[in-house]
């Protein structure tokens, strides 16, 4: 038990990655074999998904998919020696409020090595989600991670378990369902099975059933697979910038103003931008061209926030984290329970209105896990603000 215990322990003190629960210290005293881990505090994935009164969007569960997706794959292609987790499912997968995923129970990871094949006797992992390949032959492979994680993407789009009440059905059905073409569709969960949706759930699905190809060989790397999901997401984030001209819409609600509509109020491309965005005071249109708004306007992955939406995101600045001279920052939360800080200087000149513009453009660019992402903007007040 505790050679058991040391070697989990060891293992979880090499995987050096944001989305695994942090190993803070442990305990192994003779009646007492304890390790202490940071609090996660939104439960676990299998929790989640067996509540059906607790919605998940298709963006939320992409974006669980992919953390674990990065996860696997820096364990498989970055960790010296290799890893294998070899029990990933919804239930080693825990949430965080925001809905980002943290790998945990690394009791049966094993090491491996690249340059040869190596084979067990001692074949462990949870029904349902265990490599059939694996618990034949015994082979130590990654690509038993991605069998597992191919189950792992079915029950993410129909909210169905894979193993439940002694049946493991869901998998046989999925492929059943794939073999006879859009039949697939009748399994996706309800919540998310939207028009709008369909075609990234159909990728999902031809991602999901690759994922569990009984031929280890044909399975794609775990690198590849986070890279496809890593891909899907950019493809709908474009797709929601194009619906909104440039504006990315958070509180989900719609200009029923006709395009003629708001050509005929003026034929000011600047004034057709802020109608599509919901500003029409006199004041706003200053402001927006005097803060940069015809350059800011077209930075790809930027939200412009109305206004009135940042009075809603902030409760009406009632939580301010930081007052100084050189301006405010207040708390934030976005409609999907994103702690977001909105930053607003005293006042601003117009040397600072190109730096203001030179930092989003730079910015928007920088994504690293160290560095504070640059969400938005918003331009219809005197004082540009960013969040």
């Known amino acids: 038990m505790k050679e058991h215990f040391a070697k989990e322990i060891i293992i979880h003190c090499q995987i050096n990655h944001k989305n695994v629960v942090r190993l803070l210290g442990y305990c192994s005293e ?4 304890m390790m202490i881990t940071e609090y996660i505090s939104g439960g676990s994935l299998r929790e989640v998904l067996g509540c059906k009164d607790y919605p998940i969007s298709l963006d939320q569960r992409l974006g669980i998919a992919l953390d674990c997706g990065k996860t696997l794959s820096n364990m498989h292609s970055s960790m010296c020696p290799p890893t294998i987790h070899g029990d990933f499912k919804p239930g080693n997968i825990l949430l965080d409020d925001n809905f980002g995923a943290k790998l945990y129970d690394f009791g049966i990871s094993r090491m491996f090595s690249k340059d040869s094949t190596q084979y067990t006797v001692n074949v462990i992992g949870s029904i349902g989600y265990l490599d059939p390949l694996f618990a034949k032959t015994g082979c130590i492979d990654p690509k038993s991670d991605v069998y597992s994680f191919g189950v792992v993407l079915v029950e993410l789009v129909t909210r169905k378990k894979a193993y439940e009440n002694g049946s493991m059905g869901l998998i046989e ?6 073999r ?3 039949k697939a569709r009748e399994m ?12 990234v759930l159909d990728k999902i ?8 190809r009984m031929e280890m060989s044909k399975r794609p790397r775990m690198e590849d697979v986070a890279e496809r999901l890593r891909m899907l997401i950019k493809a709908r984030c474009q797709k929601g910038q194009e619906k909104t001209a440039g ?6 609600k719609q ?7 708001r050509i005929s109020s003026s034929n000011s491309t600047v004034f057709f931008n802020l109608n599509s965005l919901g500003i029409f005071s006199r004041n706003a249109h200053t402001n927006f061209k005097r803060n940069g708004g015809p350059v800011v306007q077209n930075v790809k992955g930027l939200y412009i926030f109305t206004k009135s939406e940042l ?3 902030t409760n009406n600045n009632s939580e301010f984290l930081l007052v100084g001279s050189f301006g405010k920052v207040c708390k934030g939360t976005l409609p999907e329970n994103t702690a977001v800080a909105v930053m607003s200087s005293v006042k601003v000149t117009e040397a600072l209105k190109e730096q203001f513009i030179e930092q989003i453009e730079i910015q928007t660019h920088m994504m690293h896990v160290n560095i504070l992402n640059l969400i938005g903007c918003c331009l219809e007040v005197d004082v540009p603000m960013l969040v």
């Open 188 to 199: 996706f969960d309800a919540d998310i099975a939207q028009s709008s949706n369909i075609k």
């Open 247 to 252: 504006h990315w819409t958070l509180w989900g």
């Open 311 to 313: 009075r809603k995101i």
């Open 255 to 261: 200009d029923n103003t006709t395009q003629s509509e």
């Open 180 to 182: 006879k073409g859009t």
């Open 173 to 178: 059905t999925f492929f059943q369902a794939v």
């Open 30 to 33: 003779e009646n007492a074999l």
């Open 205 to 212: 699905v031809n991602l999901a059933a690759e994922c569990l």
